[in-house]
């Protein structure tokens, strides 16, 4: 009797769709890159201020920060390469932070004078905090300008 009864909703199987993780884009690996590469800097030139102090630490607060701030950045590229929005959020953060310390840096060395000698000079200088700052600050631009709509997506 229910064969011919048009009232009768249709018997269908109901499966859930299957989700497929979408593809980390170019500019997330491009920007994941750049901050290794900033951690890599920081490494190598503490690792060089270490030599030349013939490992004989002197200032153990400066390098146990400087090892937690390079563990952070590559905790967080690990949970951004994953696809966390809040890991996003945290690196540009704490890249500001960096940028507020070394504009401050810069302007109290300024205040005294800048001679040649001037540790804005130096290579230790140029290359263990300019030089990944400006990357973690362009890593930043690539990971919300052009990769933000992958973040979001994710939720």
Not at 97 to 126: E, K, Q, Y
Not at 132 to 139: K, M, R, T, W, Y
Request: hydrophobic residues 55%.
């Amino acid at each position: 009797m229910a064969e011919g009864n048009p009232y009768t909703p249709p018997a269908a199987e109901v499966a859930d769709p299957v989700l497929v993780p979408l593809a980390r884009p170019r500019f997330v690996n491009l920007a994941i890159g750049l901050i290794g590469a900033a951690v890599l800097l920081r490494v190598l030139v503490d690792l060089k201020y270490l030599q030349d102090m013939d490992f004989q630490v002197n200032d153990q607060y400066r390098l146990l920060g400087s090892a937690i701030g390079n563990l952070m950045s590559v905790l967080f590229c690990v949970l951004m390469a994953r696809g966390f929005n809040w890991a996003r959020i945290l690196q540009l953060v704490f890249t500001l932070l960096a940028f507020a310390n070394f504009c401050f840096a810069i302007g109290f060395m300024t205040r005294h004078g800048v001679d040649p000698s001037s540790p804005l000079f130096s290579p230790r200088f140029l290359l263990g905090g300019v030089l990944p700052i400006l990357l973690n600050l362009v890593a930043c631009y690539l990971l919300f300008f052009y990769a933000g709509n992958w973040f979001a997506r994710r939720g």
